[in-house]
Nanobody, 117 residues
């Protein structure tokens, strides 16, 4: 069974930084075949993609976070991280780790990011 476990959420003041981490586990999980990503969902809003990093290292960011967030992956450790800086109140949401491949799509349980103004 594949599990994605996020960590690193919390409360931060506007302009501050947080680092989210996601660790994947499971005998059936092959990170080398997966695109890893971070999504977020604010209250009353749809879940949206924040950033993804493909198996070949190509990154894609939402326009709203470009220049402020950086996604990276460590295939040897089965982890993906999201470094967030210049946080804004509108970044406040539950952040979810995601891994998807040709036939798989996995989600973490989510971690709350709260940004105070």
């Amino acid at each position: 069974q594949v599990q994605l476990v996020e960590s690193g959420g919390g409360l931060v003041q506007a302009g501050g930084s947080l680092r989210l981490s996601c660790a994947a586990s499971g005998s059936a999980f092959n990170i080398n075949a997966m695109t890893m990503g971070w999504f977020r969902q604010a209250p009353g809003k749809r879940r949206e993609r924040v950033a993804t990093v493909s198996s070949n290292g190509r990154t894609v960011y939402a326009d709203s976070v470009k220049g402020r967030f950086t996604i990276s992956r460590d295939n040897a450790k089965n982890t993906v991280t999201l470094q967030m800086s210049g946080l804004k109140p509108e970044d406040m949401a539950v952040y979810y780790c995601n891994a998807f491949g040709l036939e798989e799509n996995y989600w973490g349980q989510g971690t709350q990011v709260t940004v105070s103004s």
